[in-house]
């Protein structure tokens, strides 16, 4: 029996594992350091409160239970690869020898190491834990103001280095919650301000103009204060210096300017760019090794072009449903299929029932293309909470 290990339990490896766990002859391992699935893509609703943090997650031994009984989950942290014995160690010790392996470690939040003091002083989004944190302080805040005059008089500033899809879901979804919050309390004088600095001439940059447009219109329509086309050089434990000479205090910092493939996938013994991310063939092969795959952030992916993918779930899910059918490809001895993972479009969050759908040809925005952003989420996450929910069943009666 084939052995095919999937490092990874999120948006790449779970649609790997889709496409593999319809085969009961293979068996398969999949190994993740969290015991849980992150929504990231949800992570903006969490960190304004608008879901309870057991919605953005989805536990991994009761799904891969629910997937089938070939399928075994390990919650470990990988280690270090040996391509050439096709071995995986494990922090615990663990020795996993594979037959194929698919590596969708992910990426991390980048704090650059040139911006002094960034690191220390400010939060990033990537993981449950840093989105539960902002969450935490944010609330307590709330708390705070509602509980003493004093505090409620005092204005706040919470900062949001990057201005990617990211920093503007998260800025728009906190200030339109304290905006709902603020006056629905009637709390007085003190204002809650959410700065959102751009290194680029404008936020959510590369995008199309009329997402840009709509984007800024709406963020500032919110109250958002918007900072382009100067990055942070310099964060102090309270206030963060801009190239342009600009300081801006803050009280809590929040950081998506940036990525980096995952500290394993950078440790890999392949050739990485920049960023850490593995250089893959047209089938998420690293060069020379015919049985192991990258996908999702841990990949450097481009299109058939060349031109770089941005790390996304939707590039994530496409990379791994093509490593799972390759892989099944190659156990039938049949044809590969290169990547050629195309973006479908784009949906972005901004504040209450607010959203901007990119379809590529044409944009919607407002309600009907939240309603849409809704549906892309629900579409993804309820299939997976019922195979999760069918995999506990399992487990439980297994125990009793
Ligand atoms: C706030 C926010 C909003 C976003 N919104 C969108 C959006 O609207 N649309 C969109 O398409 N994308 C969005 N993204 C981007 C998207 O979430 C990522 O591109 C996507 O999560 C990448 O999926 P992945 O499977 O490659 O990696 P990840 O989701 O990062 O998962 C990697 C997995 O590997 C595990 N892992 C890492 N290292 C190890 C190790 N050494 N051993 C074992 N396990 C390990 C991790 O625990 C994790 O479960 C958003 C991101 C953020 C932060």
Request: hydrophobic share 40%; net charge neutral; charged share 20%.
């Amino acid at each position: 029996m084939k052995h095919i290990v999937i490092v990874g339990g999120s948006y790449g490896g779970l649609r790997a594992l889709k496409e593999l766990a319809e085969y009961p002859n293979i068996r398969i391992t999949v190994i993740d350091r969290h015991p849980y699935h992150f929504l990231q893509t949800e992570g903006y609703d969490l960190i304004a409160g608008k879901v309870p943090f057991d919605q953005t997650l989805i536990g991994l031994r009761s799904l891969c239970s629910g997937f089938g009984d070939h399928i075994t989950f390990l919650h470990t942290t990988a280690e270090t690869l040996e391509p050439e014995h096709n071995r995986l160690i494990c922090e615990d010790g663990q020795v996993i020898a594979y037959d194929y392996i698919i590596i969708a470690a992910g990426a991390v939040t980048r704090f650059f190491e040139s911006v002094e003091g960034l690191k220390g002083c400010s939060y990033g989004v990537k993981s449950l834990r840093g989105a539960f944190q902002i969450k935490q302080f944010f609330e307590t805040e709330l708390y705070k103001r509602l509980e003493s005059a004093k505090d409620a008089k005092e204005n706040y500033n919470i900062l949001i280095g990057g201005a990617g899809l990211s920093g503007v879901e998260i800025a728009a979804e906190m200030q339109a919650f304290f905006n709902r919050y603020y006056h629905s309390n009637a709390l007085a004088c003190g204002r809650l301000h959410i700065h959102l600095i751009s290194a680029d001439p404008t936020i959510l940059y590369g995008l199309h103009p009329n997402v840009i447009d709509r984007s800024t219109q709406r963020l500032k329509e919110l109250g958002v204060i918007l900072h382009t086309g100067s990055p942070i050089t310099k964060v102090e434990e309270s206030c963060a210096y801009l190239a342009n000479e600009k300081s801006i205090p803050f009280d809590f910092m929040i950081f998506t300017g940036g990525i980096m493939a995952a500290p394993f996938v950078q440790n890999l013994p392949f050739e990485h760019n920049p960023i850490g991310q593995v250089k893959v063939d047209a089938y998420l092969r690293p060069h020379g090794f015919e049985n192991i795959f990258i996908i999702g952030d841990a990949a450097d992916l481009k299109d058939p072009n060349g031109n770089p993918i941005p790390p996304t779930a939707q590039s994530a899910e496409q990379s791994g449903t093509n490593a799972g059918q390759n892989i099944v490809a190659l156990l039938k001895r049949d044809t590969l299929h290169p990547a050629n993972i195309k973006m479908k479009g784009l949906a972005i969050a901004l504040g209450e029932e607010y959203a901007i759908l990119d379809t590529g040809w044409f944009q919607i925005y407002g309600r009907p293309a939240y309603w849409v952003k809704k549906m892309i989420e629900k579409s993804y996450k309820w299939p997976l909470r019922r195979l999760a929910q069918r995999g506990f069943k399992k487990l439980v009666s297994c125990h009793c």
